[in-house]
């Protein structure tokens, strides 16, 4: 995959997921109102408002702000997120996480220093998804 | 923010990945998978081979070797590579179309009297089906 910028390398930021070629990456200036879907797994560092359904693992960074229904496989949160969290897996809630709303996973870990107002649920996988499931494999 | 070369951080849509809706930031932005929608970079766009972008783009260059469609602006450069498809209408400050390449649709300078309405307002979502 080429890398257009001719001149410049980039910047030693975490962009390094390009070489691993299925982890999407949205910087921590990226804005991003709207539906997210597909596989594999994705890095937020930035602002999402929306909907994520993703068949891989959402990493929250410390420094992204979420908004709407987020599922993935697994969730590793390090940000801060307001809304639906759903995993098929398991959430972990690092020391910054800050989180409201509901979470809805088998399992759950939370680091001391996670913020969470809001519910848990946690059940099977089985009944963990409704309707909308696209894995796309 | 740099103007001259595009440094800053790049994101990346990664091939098995649809973003529907409006991408927005001072960032460039490699799109291997599909886009729809609104595409705002203060810096610039990517679309590798895989890549399909649906969408009204204001970018600062903007390098196809996949598909667009929809209504470009490209305030530096539009570079559309040998195996990138443009359908729509572009706007660019300079364009390199190279051999194979395809363009379909309108180009037009930027700065010209021939351009039609600038997409200066952040607020534009406009699809392109």
Known sequence: ?137 | MAKDASSGTTSLVSRPVVVEGEISGEENLHVDGRVKGVIRLSGDLFVGASGVVEAEVDARSIVIQGAVTGKVLARHQLEVQPSGRFNGEATAASYEIRQGAVFEGVSRMLGSKSQAEKPASPKEPELKK
Do not use: Q, W
């Open chain 1, 1 to 137: 995959m080429g890398i257009f910028t001719k001149d410049k390398p980039e910047a030693a930021a975490p962009d390094a997921a390009r070489s691993s070629g299925d982890t999407a990456f949205f910087g921590a200036k990226l804005s991003i109102k709207g539906k997210v879907t597909g596989s594999g797994n994705l890095i937020v560092m930035g602002k999402l408002e929306g909907e994520v359904e993703l068949a891989g693992e959402l990493v929250v960074a410390p420094t992204a702000v979420l908004n709407g229904e987020i599922r993935a496989v697994t969730l590793a949160v390090s940000g801060n997120v307001t809304g639906t969290l759903t995993a098929r897996e398991k959430i972990h809630l690092e020391k910054s996480a800050v989180v409201s709303g509901r979470m809805a996973t088998p399992r759950i870990s939370m680091v001391d220093g996670a913020t969470f107002n809001g519910e848990i649920e946690m059940k099977k996988p089985a009944d963990d998804t409704p309707s909308k499931r696209s894995d796309k494999k």
